[in-house]
């Protein structure tokens, strides 16, 4: 096989979100979508990412958290709770490792 025929572009794919938590918070389950492939630069970011250092974290997060338009949902002015971005993240994350 060609490596070619492995690269495309990449899709929105939907996360969601359903454990008990979520859904005894918000009474359903809570959704949102990110690209099921990311660029490299994105991954290197991660890697180099200081964990202490919020701002960092939060700037690649923002990229890869996205409504069902492919636009971001976080902004300075739209945050989640905390409860509910730090599920986010380990979503998002485990989403990158697949």
Do not use: C, H, Y
């Not at 990449?10 to 859904?23: A, G, Q, T, Y």
């Not at 359903?28 to 970011?45: A, C, G, M, V, Y």
């Not at 002015?77 to 998002?92: E, T």
């Amino acid at each position: 096989m060609k490596l070619k025929d492995i690269a495309t572009e990449p899709k929105l794919v939907k996360i969601v979100l359903d454990d008990n938590e979520v859904i005894e918070q918000f009474g359903d389950s809570l959704e949102f979508w990110t690209w099921d492939r990311q660029p490299i630069t994105n991954f290197i970011k991660l890697a180099n990412i200081d964990n202490n250092n919020m701002e960092q974290v939060m700037d690649i997060v923002r990229k890869l958290v996205l409504d069902d338009d492919g636009s971001e949902i976080l902004t300075e002015k739209s945050v989640l709770p905390n409860k509910i971005m730090m599920i986010v993240i380990q979503k998002v994350v485990e989403g990158l490792g697949k």
